[in-house]
């Protein structure tokens, strides 16, 4: 039974374990640049190692699609990587606009007093 439903949700149940590793390797890839960028940098790069793993995850694992020549490969990767911009653009202004501008105001207005964060300053205090 198990069987039969996983042949029938078979590219539903891969794109959704593939979009989970794919949040996880984005975490995993800004969190460890952040020991040495700054948060928008982070940003970029964690996307970029994303968005990538994206790809060729559900190109091979997901949709299994061959590419023959190179030159449609590049034509795949070009336009996966057009859609992802979209959601590239929403996380790079959200971290700009709440942590870099608002960061120390947003904290307070949630009411986090006692926290630490690079760079954010709290109730006078600067945490770097």
Known sequence: MLKKLFAKYRELILYI???GCT???YFLAYFTSRYVFNELISTVI???VAVTFAFIANKRIVFQSKTVTSREF???AGLFYSA???SFFIDFFVTFFCIDLFGANLAKALGF???TYP???VSGHEFI
């Open 17 to 19: 374990i593939v979009g």
């Open 23 to 25: 949040t996880l390797i």
């Open 46 to 48: 964690g996307q970029f």
């Open 74 to 76: 590049f034509k795949q």
């Open 84 to 86: 992802r911009l979209v």
């Open 113 to 115: 007093t006692n926290f």
């Open 119 to 121: 760079m954010i300053s």
